[in-house]
């Protein structure tokens, strides 16, 4: 990985399922579907949004609980049901003022492949699909769901020295 790419990232932009998730689902009688976050992921998107950062959400998936839970960590926007990424990704420089050359996009399965050559740093998290981290430029050494979203925010953060700083 070109790591200069990382002095660069102002936007973070991530799937959800098999990245802020395990991939997994529990699915009640009554034909809810649960997943469970990392709190760490979250707090390391909140550091970020406190730095300046933007962090924008693009997911296929529909789930009111996942779509409240980003918001309320400060996500903006937060794209669900989204059947073309790609789609997403020009409202996001047409109407919300983001440069995808400024920005790093983490996703973990051939849906994300279609944005990975839009944007300057392509990530995926350890157990994406085999094509994803064939495709990524950096592959995080956290899974989906166990600190892959923290360890990239991290890493960019710590290179822009605001890793840690409380202003």
Same mark, same amino acid.
């Given at each position: 990985m070109d790591y200069s790419k990382l002095s660069k990232i102002e936007t973070f932009i991530f799937d959800v399922d098999g990245v802020f998730t395990n991939c997994r689902m529990l699915i009640t009688e009554a034909g809810e579907f649960l997943r469970t976050m990392n709190v760490r992921d979250g707090a390391a998107m909140k550091m970020a949004l406190k730095a300046g950062y933007r962090v924008c959400i693009i997911t296929k998936g529909s789930s009111l609980g996942v779509k409240d839970?980003?918001?309320f960590l400060g996500a903006h926007p937060v794209y669900d049901n989204v059947s073309d990424k790609r789609i997403a990704l020009?409202?996001?420089e047409a109407n919300h003022n983001i440069s995808l050359m400024n920005s790093l996009y983490m996703g973990d399965d051939l849906a994300d492949l279609v944005v990975?050559?839009?944007?300057l740093l392509? &990530?995926?998290p350890r157990d994406a699909?085999?094509?994803v981290i064939k495709k990524a430029e950096f592959i995080s050494p956290k899974d989906g769901g166990d600190g892959c979203v923290r360890d990239i925010i991290e890493r960019v953060?710590? &290179?822009?020295g605001k890793w840690g700083h409380s202003d």
């Open positions: 839970r980003l918001i020009k409202d996001l990975f050559d839009k944007v392509a &990530t995926c699909a085999p094509e953060m710590r &290179t822009q």
